[in-house]
């Protein structure tokens, strides 16, 4: 049996670390949305416990140091299955781009194998195991619309969600390690973005206010290390966008509209500056 799971690729409406915990780690406070730009991730079991990962792409690891062989191990560790697996996964998310991509694949992975080894978690229970991977796998295991809290573990999916919007996407030609981002974080010095607005804009379905909410408190840090990003955020507000944020650590800078036009307008512009861009819609 084979199972294909689309692997949606997220951006962060709201980005904000409030402190840092003693063992190092951030604690998170964001709100994510998923989109349309999807990896595509094969899962067949197999009889012999190797697990093996190939994809169509050249910056991907197919080892240890790929998420989705990561996820599969964890699964097969913590639940002692005699299996093993074979991963296909399609890349279509740019990598080390602040999108998800390598989050969300091993997110697929654990939702596919949960099925086939019949390990039957409830999604809460695979969604907090994820969290040994990777701190976005566990909303990646939703893919849906949240309020992320603690070291990423806490998902809380909003109802109503986010009304659909479209987003235009531009990725520099860098690739940022999120590691070394983090590192960076000076707490002392941190400009907080209005989490509670962005939130408060969703449940009331007020663009305007969403827009004027969004914000990345790590966006500073990518900004001094890789000017490219305000460069493209500058270039996307001259061509019409509202606002323009930085995902993740980085370097993708989006912009969010509620009509296709004027977001076709600024996709159309800002591809000609930056070629990797993409318009697309939210899930």
Same mark, same amino acid.
């Given at each position: 049996m ?21 063992d ?11 989109i ?5 991730v ?10 093996v990962?190939?994809?169509n792409?050249g910056f991907l690891?197919n ?7 990561q996820?599969?191990?964890l ?12 991963i ?6 740019p990598v ?7 989050s969300?694949?091993?997110a697929?992975v654990l ?5 086939l ?6 999604i ?7 969290l ?12 849906? @619309? &949240?309020h992320?809290? %603690?070291? $990423?573990?806490?998902v ?8 659909p919007?479209?987003? =235009? ?9 999120t ?6 974080i ?14 408060d804009?969703?449940a ?21 290390r ?6 493209i ?9 509202? @606002? &323009?944020?930085?995902? %993740?650590? $980085? ?10 036009s004027r977001?076709q307008? =600024? ?17």
């Amino acid at each position: 049996m084979i199972i294909v799971e689309k692997a949606a690729a997220k951006v962060n409406l709201g980005l904000d670390t409030p402190f840092r915990h003693a063992d190092g780690q951030p604690e998170w406070n964001m709100v994510m949305t998923s989109i349309d730009l999807a990896d595509y991730v094969e899962v067949r079991s197999t009889g012999s416990r190797q697990i093996v990962v190939s994809s169509n792409s050249g910056f991907l690891p197919n080892d240890q140091r790929n998420l989705a062989f990561q996820a599969a191990s964890l699964l097969q560790r913590t639940f002692k299955v005699n299996h093993g697996a074979h991963i296909k996964i399609q890349k279509n998310i740019p990598v080390a781009a602040g999108l998800g991509g390598g989050s969300s694949d091993a997110a697929a992975v654990l939702r596919a194998l949960n099925r086939l080894w019949d390990i039957q978690l409830p999604i809460e229970e695979l969604a907090k195991l994820s969290l040994k991977v990777d701190s976005d796998v566990p909303y990646c295991v939703y893919s849906r @619309t &949240a309020h992320v809290t %603690g070291l $990423g573990e806490q998902v809380d999916v909003l109802d109503p969600a986010l009304k659909p919007v479209w987003i =235009v996407l531009a990725k520099p030609n860098v690739s940022v390690s999120t590691p070394s981002i983090i590192r960076q974080i000076n707490y002392d010095g941190l400009a907080h973005p209005n989490i509670d607005g962005v939130l408060d804009a969703i449940a009331a379905g007020d663009h305007h206010q969403l827009l004027a909410s969004m914000g990345n408190a790590l966006e500073p840090i990518s900004v001094h290390r890789y000017p490219e990003i305000q460069q493209i955020k500058e270039r996307m507000q001259g061509y019409g966008a509202e @606002t &323009a944020v930085m995902s %993740g650590t $980085g370097p993708t800078v989006f912009s969010v509209f509620n009509k296709e036009s004027r977001a076709q307008r =600024v996709f159309n512009s800002i591809r000609g500056f930056c070629p990797e861009a993409y318009l697309v819609r939210s899930l």
